[in-house]
């Protein structure tokens, strides 16, 4: 496919992977709506770019907020009147120990890794089913394979959205709707930043970007990079469970 013309939504489009992709996609002539809790962002990165212009449509939302979806997708509607290409990419996550253990931070993650995909797609699912043509993509993480030492409800909610995406695109297939899922590495944005640990094979947004781009232009399946970590999450995954979590223990996983 090709995004030329194209009404192209992105969540979690002030910072990180979606602001890169916003920024490459202003140049593809499509129509953009951009979705952020913190829409000045957008609006400064937006007024540096000359090539941006009235096609693109910014909404103040939390993905996590069922009302506030539906009302986005109501605004998007009425000025584009459908939706071609959904990035589903908001996302958080918080390093949660036994010592600051808390259970806002699992109703926070879940709420924008995996029900911010859910309540759109309740939105969009309706007309893509009529039209008989759509594009989910869903942006989970490699982190979806194991559980990771205070990463229990960031990969919980990784390996939810994984899988919900791949019953997506089993059940969808038949109404020519696409449903790619998207598992990044370790990705420079705001949310990594704030990672104490070393992160191998860390990648710039810009670069993940281009990726992601280029695979939703090819319909893949599934995009997962880079293939450092794409390798070493599979053997992770495969290692029994007694082994794993011995090593997990001992390197803090």
Same mark, same amino acid.
């Given at each position: 496919?090709?995004?030329?013309?194209?009404?192209?939504?992105?969540? &979690?489009?002030?910072?990180?992977? @979606?602001?890169?992709?916003?920024?490459?996609?202003?140049?593809?002539?499509?129509?953009?709506?951009?979705?952020?809790?913190?829409?000045?962002?957008? /609006?400064?990165? $937006?007024?540096?770019?000359? !090539?941006?212009? #009235?096609?693109?449509?910014?909404?103040?939302? =939390?993905?996590?907020?069922?009302?506030?979806?539906?009302?986005?997708?109501?605004?998007?509607?009425? /000025?584009?009147?459908?939706? =071609?290409?959904?990035?589903?990419?908001? @996302?958080?996550? #918080?390093?949660?120990?036994?010592?600051?253990?808390?259970?806002?931070?699992?109703?926070?993650?879940?709420?924008?890794?995996?029900?911010?995909?859910?309540?759109?797609?309740?939105?969009?699912?309706?007309?893509?089913?009529?039209?008989?043509?759509?594009?989910?993509?869903?942006?989970?993480?490699?982190?979806?394979?194991?559980?990771?030492?205070?990463? @229990?409800?960031?990969?919980?909610?990784?390996?939810?959205?994984?899988?919900?995406?791949?019953? $997506?695109?089993?059940?969808?297939?038949?109404? &020519?709707?696409?449903?790619? !899922?998207?598992?990044?590495?370790?990705?420079?944005?705001?949310?990594? =930043? /704030?990672?104490?640990?070393?992160?191998?094979?860390?990648?710039?947004?810009?670069?993940?970007? #281009?990726?992601?781009?280029?695979?939703?232009?090819?319909?893949?399946?599934?995009?997962?990079?880079?293939?450092?970590?794409?390798?070493? !999450?599979?053997?992770?995954?495969?290692?029994?469970?007694?082994?794993?979590?011995?090593?997990?223990?001992?390197?803090?996983?």
């Amino acid at each position: 496919m090709n995004f030329n013309n194209k009404v192209v939504l992105i969540t &979690g489009a002030s910072t990180g992977i @979606g602001k890169a992709i916003a920024q490459k996609l202003i140049n593809e002539n499509c129509k953009l709506v951009l979705l952020s809790r913190r829409t000045e962002l957008i /609006k400064e990165y $937006l007024n540096q770019s000359p !090539t941006a212009n #009235h096609q693109t449509l910014i909404i103040k939302c =939390d993905v996590s907020n069922k009302d506030e979806v539906a009302s986005a997708y109501k605004q998007i509607i009425e /000025k584009f009147g459908k939706i =071609d290409v959904a990035i589903l990419n908001a @996302g958080v996550g #918080h390093n949660v120990t036994v010592e600051n253990y808390n259970s806002r931070f699992a109703e926070e993650t879940f709420g924008a890794n995996i029900f911010g995909i859910v309540y759109w797609v309740e939105q969009m699912l309706p007309e893509f089913v009529k039209r008989k043509e759509g594009i989910i993509v869903g942006v989970s993480s490699l982190a979806d394979n194991r559980g990771y030492s205070g990463s @229990g409800f960031y990969g919980a909610s990784k390996a939810a959205a994984s899988i919900y995406l791949e019953g $997506l695109r089993v059940e969808l297939k038949r109404y &020519g709707i696409k449903v790619i !899922t998207v598992k990044p590495g370790f990705v420079k944005t705001p949310m990594t =930043d /704030k990672n104490k640990f070393k992160m191998p094979f860390l990648m710039e947004p810009d670069k993940a970007a #281009h990726i992601i781009i280029d695979g939703i232009k090819k319909e893949k399946r599934i995009i997962q990079f880079p293939w450092q970590m794409v390798l070493l !999450t599979r053997l992770v995954g495969i290692m029994p469970g007694s082994l794993y979590e011995w090593v997990a223990g001992k390197l803090k996983l």
